[in-house]
């Protein structure tokens, strides 16, 4: 007999958790993208509307690709 533990994949989300998770994402991503556009002075126009766009866009894409694992990582590092 093994003594290894056996890893089972995580299985795919149903759409709400898809929702979810895609909206909590990018409302993180909203506030890093505040934090960094109120820190720096603000910025033009396309700069900001980038800024905000691919913010949302990465943390909303992460935490619907790494679901629980994306926030256990994020709050983890904020405790270091």
Do not use: N
Request: with cysteine; glycine share 14%.
């Amino acid at each position: 007999m093994s003594t290894e533990p056996k890893a089972y994949p995580d299985p795919e989300p149903d759409p709400q958790a898809f929702l979810v998770r895609g909206v909590c994402g990018a409302v993180l991503g909203a506030a890093i993208a505040l934090a960094a556009w109120l820190r720096h002075g603000g910025m033009g126009l396309l700069a900001s509307v980038a800024v905000f766009a691919v913010s949302m866009a990465g943390c909303a894409w992460g935490a619907i690709r790494h679901g629980d694992a994306f926030w256990t990582d994020l709050l983890g590092r904020g405790r270091e």
